[in-house]
């Protein structure tokens, strides 16, 4: 009867310990070509929300610009919908800069060569689903 009891806790124990395990990651690699310049860096912005995009990321990152070209990798990223955006922060202020009618005067961008139709690109137009290692062009 103990040996029983042993071999249901052994298979039960091993049943739990899969599923607390952690969930499969993958990363993202962002190669953006058609920069304006090599001047400054390029600011990434990584969306797993709809109702966050452009607005609150849930990874960022910063790449150096070597001819006119960036690229970055978002790590540790798990499986689902997502979306980037990017600006090339060319005078290093942190910021995008833009005129007076608030249009970027930066080179920005986002997944799948998104725009916007006057406005900035939608999410529908710039999601991706991420089920494996995944690599991301964009150009300017």
């Known amino acids: 009867m103990k040996k029983i009891i042993l071999i249901i806790t052994i298979v039960f124990s091993g049943l739990f310990t899969t599923n607390a395990q952690e969930a499969e990651k993958f990363s993202i690699t962002v190669n953006i070509t058609g920069l304006a310049s090599n001047k400054g860096k390029v600011l990434l912005a990584l969306y797993n929300k709809q109702e966050n995009f452009l607005n609150k990321r849930f990874k960022g990152g910063m790449s150096k610009i070597t001819d006119k070209k960036a690229t970055y ?7 689902g919908e997502y979306a980037i955006s990017f600006f090339h922060d060319e005078n290093n ?6 005129n007076f009618v608030g249009i970027p005067k930066e080179d920005y961008g986002c997944s799948n060569n998104a725009t916007g ?6 999410y529908k137009d710039a999601k991706f689903q991420l089920l494996e290692n995944k690599e ?3 150009e300017i």
Do not use: Q, R
């Open 93 to 98: 202020n942190n910021k995008m800069d833009t």
């Open 117 to 122: 139709f006057v406005g900035p690109p939608k």
């Open 136 to 138: 991301i062009s964009i």
């Open 73 to 79: 990798v978002f790590e540790g990223v798990v499986k």
